[in-house]
């Protein structure tokens, strides 16, 4: 059985960058599944121009009406899906159960370089440039060996996914982690982060008296997790950065008021007020809620996205 995969130019080209798979990844696929051919229609705002496609042999159309199956990061109107083709999207793949694949460890990494972004812009103490200044992983976490962090405390919420790329960028800002009772507890010399894994046994109330900055998922253990603007406003609360990995989600975050864009990133949050204010305000509390933050880092999500698809998705088309 022989399948003929198109790969779709994204809606907003200027909001999204990423592709399913990379040219270096299509040669590789092709080998290893000699059934599939792939075209790509045309797109010029694309990580990966289509010259880059052509010099590895892919066909860039300016159709893609007659593939098989036509893959992408959105989904596109339904007015233009085309009867009897089968679509796949990134964003859209769903099972509540065993997920295929996750973006989360992704979404962990560029989430909490966003966060450590925030901090060091509104206390004036170091200058992160964009995460899309980077071209991949290694560029990014050398660089993240140079600036000195205060012994700052951060607790991280969610997934066991978003952890781990969460932990990619802590242990190249060398940031210790410890372990939640300690956390709360116990004075450090140096920045230290812990993961929480039972909401249930220790209330974020205590969280948000002995942490500076809060990396947050839009679920627990399946369930919302919540910051209220009562416990913001706690006069013990200690947080000074929020990032909301998962603005898109039935909000229970009170400091996520609304979406952030590339273009503005941050924006600051006033617990007494329950109202957006100055990002500079000296009692604002700094928030990322970019609704999908790994945007910014098009190639490496891009080589992330098309791994897990070779991985997860493609074996099961032969079976």
Do not use: W
Not at 146 to 163: C, D, F, T, W
Not at 190 to 207: E, H, K, R
Not at 262 to 274: A, C, Q
Request: proline letters at 6%; hydrophobic letters at 40%; one cysteine or more.
């Amino acid at each position: 059985m022989s399948l003929k995969f198109g790969i779709l130019k994204e809606v907003d080209q200027k909001q999204d960058s990423r592709v399913p798979f990379s040219p270096g990844k299509i040669v590789q696929l092709m080998k290893e599944f000699p059934q599939l051919q792939f075209c790509i229609e045309s797109a010029s705002n694309r990580v990966f121009s289509d010259e880059e496609y052509q010099q590895v042999g892919v066909e860039v159309v300016s159709s893609i009406s007659d593939c098989d199956v036509s893959i992408g990061i959105n989904p596109i109107p339904s007015s233009e899906l085309i009867p009897n083709k089968q679509y796949f999207f990134v964003n859209e793949v769903v099972n509540s159960d065993k997920p295929m694949f996750t973006l989360d460890t992704m979404l962990g990494l560029v989430g909490t370089y966003s966060a450590f972004r925030a901090f060091g812009l509104k206390f004036e103490l170091f200058k992160l440039p964009s995460i899309a200044t980077f071209a991949d992983q290694s560029a990014l976490t050398t660089y993240l060996k140079r600036p000195v962090l205060p012994p700052l405390k951060i607790m991280v919420i969610g997934s066991e996914e978003l952890a781990i790329g969460a932990e990619v960028i802590m242990k190249a800002m060398k940031v210790k982690k410890v372990n939640s009772e300690d956390f709360k507890v116990k004075t450090y010399a140096q920045a230290v982060f812990t993961l929480i894994d039972d909401l249930s046994a220790a209330t974020l109330d205590s969280f948000t008296k002995a942490s500076d900055i809060c990396i947050i998922g839009a679920l627990h253990n399946g369930n919302s997790v919540v910051l209220s603007q009562e416990l913001l406003n706690a006069k013990d609360c200690n947080l000074r950065v929020i990032a909301d990995l998962n603005p898109n989600s039935s909000n229970s975050i009170a400091s996520t008021l609304r979406q952030s864009t590339v273009d503005e990133p941050f924006y600051g949050y006033l617990p007494s007020e329950n109202k957006e204010v100055d990002f500079y305000h000296p009692a604002a509390i700094v928030v990322a809620a970019q609704p999908d933050s790994t945007t910014e880092f098009p190639k490496v999500t891009s080589e992330f996205i098309g791994n897990q698809l070779a991985q997860y998705y493609l074996p099961t088309l032969f079976k």
